[in-house]
């Protein structure tokens, strides 16, 4: 059995799918929607939508073992909005705002699901698993990443006309896209018309 692929499944404005792994569970909420013009991008509705979204995200909860009230749709999209003005006042180096702090702290104060170690070695959740859990998870997942070693390694990817903020693992350190599928294939795709275009171009 092959482990299903981390990060979520994104689609573009031309509809297109592509997978976006943000490299933390921290940074996994902020695709969902966002502050001000980032709303136009709003999926957390209804306690059903919140489910899906942490059935797809890195914690890997058992579906049918989660249960999401309203409220925790509320809670999530006030964590996600506060995670997103920290992402985003770390990656230009800002001090991180103080009320959106309170509003991560807090979450990260709430009991996070429990794990288990099932009898084949492997690890579960103890089950059912709450949304104000899930939210716990996600808070102290992001306190960790932005107090961290990769806190530096926090970045927008580098489209102009894209805002999603991951943070690079990767050994090299020299990650620069949401997704090469998406974004790195758009960036590839312009440099190269960009070159044939200079190549074809009428000395003058
Ligand atoms: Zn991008």
């Given at each position: 059995m092959t482990e299903p692929a981390i990060g979520l499944v994104l689609h573009s404005s031309e509809g297109v799918a592509h997978r976006f792994d943000p490299g933390a569970l921290?940074?996994?909420?902020?695709?969902?929607?966002?502050?001000g013009a980032l709303s136009h991008y709003e999926v957390l509705n209804e306690p059903a939508d919140l489910a899906r979204w942490a059935a797809a995200s890195r914690l890997?909860?058992?579906p049918g073992g989660l249960v999401v009230s309203p409220e925790d749709v509320a809670a999530a999209r006030y964590l996600r909005d506060a995670l997103w003005h920290i992402a985003v006042a770390r990656?230009?180096?800002?001090?991180?705002?103080?009320?959106d702090l309170v509003v991560l702290n807090e979450a990260a104060a709430w009991r996070p699901p429990a794990l288990r170690l099932a009898p084949d070695g492997g690890r579960t959740w103890r089950t059912p698993i709450?949304?104000?859990?899930v939210?716990?998870?996600?808070a102290r997942?992001?306190?960790?990443?932005?107090?961290?070693?990769?806190?530096?390694?926090?970045?927008?990817?580098?489209?102009?006309?894209?805002r999603l903020v991951f943070v690079d693992v990767s050994r090299p350190g020299r990650r620069r896209w949401c997704s090469?599928?998406?974004?790195?294939?758009r960036h590839k795709v312009r440099a190269h018309r960009s070159r044939s275009q200079a190549?074809?171009?009428?000395?003058?």
């Open positions: 921290g940074l996994e909420l902020l695709p969902t929607g966002g502050p890997r909860p058992d990656v230009h180096g800002e001090p991180l705002p103080a009320p709450t949304g104000t859990q939210l716990a998870a996600v997942d992001a306190v960790e990443l932005f107090s961290g070693p990769y806190a530096d390694r926090v970045r927008e990817c580098s489209a102009h006309d894209c090469m599928e998406h974004c790195g294939n190549y074809e171009a009428p000395e003058g």
